[in-house]
Every structure is written in C-alpha cells, then in structure tokens.
C-alpha cells in the first residue's frame, strides 16, 4: 500500500511535465516590427519562444539543453509545422512538433541555429492547473 501511494504522489508530482522531439527554429525582430513581433502583441525578450498553443498552452516552460523559455508567441509556420515536415529525414522528425526560439537580434539568432542541432528533445513544463484556476 505505502509503495503504492508513493508512486501515485510521484505521477501527480510529474504530470505536468513532458519530454518531446521538436524542430528548433530561431526567430528575431524585423526591421520594422517595433517592440510588439509576437502575433498576440506581446513584447518578446529572449527567454521567450513561439509554440501551437493547442499543443503547448501560453506560459508553458520550454527547457532547451542550454535555457529556458516561456511560451508566449505563435505562427502559422509553428502551427502547420512546415520546418518539420520539410527537413525532417525520419518519420519522428517529419512528425516533431516546431517550437521558434526568439532571439534579440538575427546575429545571435543565425549562430545559435549554426551551433546547434535542428531537431532535439526539450522538456515541456505546463503551468500548475490549479494556479490557472485562481
């Protein structure tokens, strides 16, 4: 019975965290974006990445081996998973879902995408239900 409960306390604790494979994109202000790029008007900073918010809900951390980012923004290239379904070699890849990484400038946009692999497994960290709730 003890093992048991430990185990179901172990899943709620877990629950609202998940590895996936996604397609890593990298995207930046453009000339002429002004302060809001994101499609809902939000003022993007770095720590922030564009995601399909049916898959990924707004205020999701998305954990990349080397930071972690808050999904605040979407696109329909993200959402139809066009860089996926393009480059991917395998079925998985073709399958991954695309999360577009923000960055402050195209510089370090560009040498973060040339640094790192196209497709890797990040951690999705939902927000907690019940402070959704209050």
Known sequence: TAVGFT???ACQLFANEQSTLARITV?????????HAAWNGTRLREEHCAVDPKRIPYGSKVVFPDAE?????SG???INRKAARSCGRKAAERNAIVIDRFFGSKQEALAWAQTHPHFMTVRILTPDVKLAGK
């Open 7 to 9: 185990l179901l306390l």
């Open 27 to 35: 995207y930046w202000h453009g000339e002429g974006s002004g302060e």
């Open 69 to 73: 980012c808050v999904a605040v923004d």
């Open 76 to 78: 329909p290239d993200v």
